[in-house]
Nanobody, 119 residues
Framework: QVQLVESGGGLVQAGGSLRLSCAPS????????MGWFRQAPGKEREFVAG????????SYADSVKGRFTISRDNAKNTVYLQMNSLKPEDTAVYYC????????????WGQGTQVTVSS
């Protein structure tokens, strides 16, 4: 099993920045990739960004390209989501997730952290 703990959410004004962190524990050797998802009230959960743990290749949703950056620090065993130029529509609960192989579903999920962007 893999456990994920997110941190770094909060309230920020439009145009501001936040950095989310996610620290996996447990059977971390089984992790191929990690991702960030978000779910706004009344909407389905959506993919935000993903990163492969070993190579560091990344992918982004079109809505966040150029504003958000996903990265990992293997020494600290932590994945980050740097969010810049935040917009009110970025308001959501953000979840960290992990998967065991390329193309597989994300199997492990964190508890979520609230991000609120005020206009």
């Amino acid at each position: 099993q893999v456990q994920l703990v997110e941190s770094g959410g909060g309230l920020v004004q439009a145009g501001g920045s936040l950095r989310l962190s996610c620290a996996p524990s447990g059977r971390t050797f089984s992790i191929y990739g990690m991702g960030w998802f978000r779910q706004a009230p009344g909407k389905e959960r959506e993919f935000v960004a993903g990163i492969s743990w070993s190579v560091g290749s990344t992918s982004y949703a079109d809505s966040v390209k150029g504003r958000f950056t996903i990265s990992r620090d293997n020494a600290k065993n932590t994945v980050y989501l740097q969010m810049n130029s935040l917009k009110p529509e970025d308001t959501a609960v953000y979840y960290c997730a992990a998967r065991n192989s390329p193309g597989s579903r994300y199997r492990y999920w964190g508890q979520g952290t609230q991000v609120t962007v005020s206009s």
